[in-house]
């Protein structure tokens, strides 16, 4: 079992940025897909960015191509995701996910993501 815990959400006036860090625990996700996904209220839940084990291949969201950018850290149980440009339409409870399967895939289908954590408010005001 994996278990992720996001932070680094908050308030941010729009054009600002924020760091959102996502740890886990429980078994290294150094061979693992990882996933960002947000759900803004009254919304489904929507893929913002993934990278695949190594590193070496990302994919985004339109939306947020050119502003996000996901980073696996140093340490081997670290994500990041720096979100730079800030729009109010970014306001949502990001997730942080992570993927078993076996492939050198970013993958930005939910279904491909067993594990989850439990979300950080990130909040962009106007």
């Known amino acids: 079992q994996v278990q992720l815990v996001e932070s680094g959400g908050g308030l941010v006036q729009a054009g600002g940025s924020l760091r959102l860090s996502c740890a886990a625990s429980?078994?290294?996700?150094?061979?693992?897909?990882m996933g960002w996904f947000r759900q803004a209220p009254g919304k489904e839940r929507e893929f913002v960015a993934a990278?695949?084990?190594?590193?070496?291949?990302?994919k985004y969201a339109d939306s947020v191509k050119g502003r996000f950018t996901i980073s696996r850290g140093n340490t081997k149980n670290m994500v990041y995701l720096q979100m730079n440009s800030l729009k109010p339409e970014d306001t949502a409870v990001y997730y942080c996910a992570a993927s078993s399967y076996a492939s050198s895939t970013a993958y930005s289908s939910d279904s491909m993501y067993p594990y989850w954590g439990q979300g950080t408010q990130v909040t962009v005001s106007s």
């Open positions: 990278v695949n084990w190594s590193g070496g291949s990302t």
């Open positions: 429980g078994r290294t996700i150094s061979s693992y897909a």
